[in-house]
């Protein structure tokens, strides 16, 4: 029986160790100095919106949206809004907030992504249960498609209700942003210009939608991609044009082998980086 209780003592210090050693994430700020969970809420806390990036097949990031967003329910008066639901669908996203549609129907009448019901629909449903609003950001996806084929132009020709999905024309659009530039170059000359355009459209909409649906001395939490607000720029910068006195904190995640030590090409991606493993398992 002794044996058996030494034993056990030592698996559980073992596991104890191995959970020490092998951390699923590791959060730093933009200077790639280690901060706390806490310090990060406490910073998100004092904002007026928060730009919450993620990788979307990462189940880590999704989890810390999740936490955060209820930790942050109890500091402040809360608007969610996300990339991931598109802005012509905001009338399907509403009357399921309001429980005038089920969930059934509201998966068949909205473009809902595949991990929708694993990595978003938590966040929604916690909106819907405490009352608050959420916002469908993006562009619906089919007109980016057309600014890649034909540049900002192709927009003219769109009805009043097509341009109310979006940010009012004509975009504001600076392709010297080193985002915007990188992206031009991988494409390697092939359609290159659109691109960026393409992009810029889903920033300007998101961070329009955004301004739109603000409300005083409440915090807006937008979840998107971290290519959309990675480096300040993207969504960022639409909202600082639009009010250079906006206090906005920008999460930001990447992979690395080692969570443990900060590499330096990720210095400045954002306020906050979460850093994990790239063997962390994905959602989708």
């Keep these: ?18 959970s ?15 901060v706390s969970y806490k310090s990060m809420i406490k910073k998100m806390a004092k904002a007026d919106v928060v730009l919450f ?6 189940p880590i990031v999704h989890w810390l949206q999740y936490e955060a967003t209820v930790e942050l329910k109890n500091l402040r008066e809360l608007v969610l809004g996300a990339e991931m639901i598109e ?28 991990n929708y019901s694993t990595d978003y629909k938590p966040l929604v449903d916690f909106a819907k249960n ?3 609003k959420f916002i469908a950001t993006n562009v619906p996806r089919r007109y980016a498609s057309e600014v890649f084929k034909e540049g900002f132009e192709v927009l003219n020709k769109l009805s009043d209700e097509e341009k109310s999905w979006m940010a009012p024309l004509p975009i504001n659009y600076d392709a010297t942003l080193a985002g915007y530039v990188k992206m031009k170059a991988m494409m390697g000359g092939h359609g290159g210009d659109n691109l960026p355009k393409a992009q810029a459209i889903k920033d300007a909409t998101m961070a329009y939608f955004i301004l739109k649906n603000s409300q005083k001395n409440n915090l807006f939490i937008h979840y998107n991609g971290s290519f959309h607000s990675d480096n300040y720029e993207g969504i960022n910068w639409y909202l600082k044009q639009a009010n250079n006195k906006l206090n906005i904190v920008t999460i930001s995640i990447v992979e690395q082998d080692n969570v443990k030590k900060f590499e330096k090409e990720n210095k400045s991606k954002a306020d906050f980086i979460i850093v994990v493993s790239p063997t962390m398992t994905k959602t989708y």
Excluded: C
Aim: hydrophobic content about 40%; aromatic content about 14%; glycine content about 2%.
């Design 1 to 18: 029986m002794q044996k058996l209780i030494v034993f056990l003592l030592f698996v559980s210090f073992s596991i104890f160790m191995f």
């Design 20 to 34: 020490q050693n092998k951390p699923a994430y590791k959060l730093y700020n933009a200077k790639g100095t280690k």
């Design 53 to 58: 990036g993620e990788h979307h097949s990462n």
């Design 87 to 114: 802005a012509d669908n905001q009338s399907q996203l509403n009357d399921y907030l309001a429980d005038k549609i089920d969930q059934k129907t509201f998966d068949s009448q909205a473009r809902l992504w595949k």
């Design 130 to 132: 405490n009352n608050l």
